[in-house]
């Protein structure tokens, strides 16, 4: 909020439209200026950048689907500082006291608010100046049918893969091996991957999801999807601030009888379980199956990278591994998708009139190795059938 502005501009997300009207007023009556009040929706988000708001409030009523909904929509979102509300039977009454007090709290939360770097602005920045360079190089008359250099007006540009080189063994420093009776290897991975005499219980089949904006969305439309008995391990990179790891935990172990948690050291991978990877780690798999987490190099673009943790499954798991790409911007999980191929993985993606934005499971096409795209929820059933046979 600017120095010289005397009220807090507040944006309202609420369930319902009663409750987004009656909102309004109370806190219009309260001293906040209410610069915008929707009922929330697919294109809450796209609305919200256009107004010039310094907190959002959240508001909830009686309606528990449209709540995890709108949490994993929100999920992603780092641009203003967000309060979320109970305004159902059992959260209370609004009243013009209560009104009063809220707006207090939304005034000192914009007022003490300091905001992230803006992820996807830097990824655009990065974007642009790519295009750049690659016009300079590309100072030539196209040949006839050759696509021409640059992008148009409102298209998403490709934001180039991260210059940074994965080691392909480890230095012996992983975080936290479990201690007691636990037996893990920490032989370097550069061995060729060989699953003929798994330890008891590890996960034979093991698949990537890879995800940025919107994603969360679709992976629970996933996830909600998946039959119990399907013989897989999940490893879920989303990319998402760390702060906002255990929240997309617990609202994916709402719906699915899979056992969702963040990945960890010394872990043996499971099936029927989603390994969400931790952001600002990179992810490698010993030859008897168990995680090794390391720091990402200081220069990575993602976090986490799904390029990434696809190749270190595609790496340990070869012919029964398996990726799918869902929403996003940029093309993290394209060089991925490549190595899974190149291990004999599968590769599919979410297809574009499901995503909220589609250039990563796009970019992921561009490589010619998916063979498969579909909405979340035909791609469970995909999955299922390709088990069943």
Not at 61 to 89: A, G, H, R, W
Not at 328 to 354: E, I, K, T
Request: hydrophobic share 40%; net charge negative.
């Amino acid at each position: 909020m600017s120095a010289n502005q005397t009220n807090t501009r507040v944006a309202i997300m609420a369930t319902s439209e009663h409750s987004q009207d009656h909102l309004s007023i109370l806190l219009g009556d309260a001293g906040l200026d209410v610069v915008m009040h929707e009922s929330a929706g697919d294109g809450f988000l796209q609305q919200l950048e256009k107004v010039p708001a310094d907190v959002l409030l959240v508001d909830f009523c009686d309606d528990t689907d449209s709540e995890v909904e709108v949490i994993q929509t929100l999920l992603d979102y780092d641009s203003l500082p967000i309060l979320f509300n109970d305004s159902s039977k059992d959260g209370g009454e609004t009243n013009s006291a209560w009104a009063k007090k809220l707006a207090h709290k939304l005034m000192k939360m914009a007022e003490n608010f300091e905001p992230v770097p803006d992820l996807q602005s830097e990824l655009k920045s990065v974007a642009i100046k790519s295009a750049e360079i690659e016009v300079e190089k590309n100072k030539k008359t196209p040949e006839k049918n050759e696509p021409g250099v640059g992008f148009s007006a409102g298209v998403v540009p490709v934001v180039p893969e991260p210059a940074v080189k994965v080691e392909v063994e480890f230095d012996n420093s992983f975080e936290g091996y479990p201690q007691q009776n636990t037996v893990v290897s920490t032989t370097a991975i550069e061995t060729e991957p060989t699953l003929s005499d798994p330890p008891e219980g590890a996960a034979i089949n093991v698949w990537v999801l890879g995800a940025s904006l919107g994603g969360p969305q679709a992976v629970r439309q996933f996830v909600m999807a998946i039959k119990e008995d399907l013989p897989v391990a999940f490893i879920l990179a989303q990319h998402i601030g760390a702060n906002h790891m255990s929240l997309l935990a617990e609202q994916l172990n709402r719906v699915t009888s899979f056992k969702v948690f963040t990945g960890y050291t010394g872990h043996m991978i499971r099936h029927r379980e989603i390994i969400l990877a931790p952001a600002g780690k990179q992810i490698k798999i010993t030859d008897d199956g168990y995680i090794a987490l390391k720091d990402e190099p200081p220069n990575t673009l993602y976090s986490p990278c799904i390029n990434d943790v696809i190749a270190a499954v595609a790496e340990r798991y070869a012919n029964m591994a398996g990726t799918i790409v869902f929403s996003g911007m940029g093309d993290d999980g394209a060089s991925g998708c490549r190595s899974m191929a190149d291990h004999g993985g599968v590769v599919w993606a979410q297809d574009v009139d499901s995503c909220v934005i589609s250039s990563m499971p796009d970019q992921a096409r561009k490589t010619g190795n998916v063979t498969f795209s579909a909405d979340p929820r035909k791609l469970a059933d995909e999955l299922y059938a390709y088990y069943d046979e």
